[in-house]
């Protein structure tokens, strides 16, 4: 079992930047694709970016390219998503998550899917003020 907590969120104006932390319980942390998502009221849940086992592979979905960096550090089981320039439209809950398929080379369409992932964490609000 993986228990994963989200931390960072907040209020932030249009143009600020954001750091969201997952801290991430469990010796096969390493070993997993970990992912961030998001979901705005009234919208469906959406894949914001993904990142493979050792960083290798990286996903991010459009509308935040150029603007968010996914990182994680295997030894402090922790994944991070850097927010830059942040816009009105990314006002939402922040989720990771983790597919705890082992040692996954080259992220694929399937990071896309929330039912890829097999543990999730509770989320936090990220506000951002035009």
């Known amino acids: 079992q993986v228990q994963l907590v989200e931390s960072g969120g907040g209020l932030v104006q249009a143009g600020g930047s954001l750091r969201l932390s997952c801290a991430a319980s469990?010796?096969?942390?390493?070993?997993?694709?970990m992912g961030w998502f998001r979901q705005a009221p009234g919208k469906e849940r959406e894949t914001v970016a993904a990142i493979n086992y050792n960083g290798g592979s990286i996903y991010y979905t459009d509308s935040v390219k150029g603007r968010f960096t996914i990182s994680r550090d295997n030894a402090k089981s922790a994944v991070y998503l850097q927010m830059n320039s942040l816009k009105p439209e990314d006002t939402a809950i922040y989720y990771c998550?983790?597919?705890?398929?082992?040692?996954?080379?080259?992220?694929?369409?399937?990071?896309?899917?929330?039912?890829?992932?097999?543990?999730w964490g509770q989320g936090t609000q990220v506000t951002v003020s035009s």
């Open positions: 469990g010796h096969t942390f390493s070993n997993y694709t």
């Open positions: 998550a983790a597919d705890r398929h082992p040692r996954v080379p080259r992220l694929d369409a399937r990071v896309l899917k929330e039912y890829a992932y097999d543990y």
